[in-house]
């Protein structure tokens, strides 16, 4: 095996690990004896379990922002949008799943990125532009639109959390069922919206 072979070897043993038991409950111990190797070769190729974790926690956050960019990017009618991108997440959700599950625990050595709400929140980050074009043309104030869109991103990201385990309905009615929500409460949002329950409340 050539060093690069053995180092995606040890990448794709070290993926389904931490989807298994999560960074803590994997150990270098248990990445070297599922790839036959020892210790060592596990040490040369990554400096460590956080090394291993960093790569793979990179691929992932790769994969998911390129697919989710790709749906946002497409452009078109707003509608198709939000369908699109619900559709690239639980696409994913089903294609990696070991890699949605290590992107959703939190881990020590996945402070500031590459955690799955620091990359929700760059999605939203994206959404947002669209949502304040939309806005401007209805007249409502484009400065709630990062408000909308963390709420909007959320909505989805939860979802396919939720999703990763039932696996029911299919992906193409839950995002229908999202597309409903989002977009008909989208439709007809108020330009000053109140609470009916008191303040003080």
Do not use: C
Not at 138 to 149: R, S, V
Request: aromatic share 6%; charged share 20%.
């Amino acid at each position: 095996m050539t060093g690069s072979q053995r180092r995606e070897q040890l990448l794709t043993v070290s993926r389904r690990l931490f989807a298994e038991k999560g960074f803590d409950g994997t150990s270098v111990e248990e990445i070297a004896a599922r790839a036959q190797v020892s210790k060592p070769v596990v040490y040369e190729h990554f400096g460590g379990k956080e090394g291993v974790y960093a790569v793979v926690v990179d691929r992932e956050t790769r994969a998911l922002t390129d697919a989710l960019t790709a749906a946002l990017e497409e452009g078109g009618h707003p509608k198709m949008l939000v369908e699109r991108t619900a559709l690239a997440l639980l696409t994913y959700i089903e294609t990696s799943t070991d890699g949605f599950q290590i992107l959703v625990r939190d881990s020590p050595v996945a402070q500031a990125t590459g955690t799955f709400s620091s990359l929700i929140g760059d999605v939203a980050t994206q959404v947002e532009h669209l949502l304040a074009d939309q806005f401007t043309r209805q007249g409502l104030d484009p400065k709630t639109a990062p408000i909308y869109a963390q709420m909007l991103v959320g909505m989805v990201a939860l979802t396919g959390q939720y999703w990763l385990d039932a696996r029911s309905p299919d992906k193409h009615e839950v995002a229908a069922h999202l597309v409903n929500l989002a977009w008909n409460g989208l439709s007809g949002l108020e330009r000053h919206p109140t609470l009916i329950t008191p303040l003080n409340a």
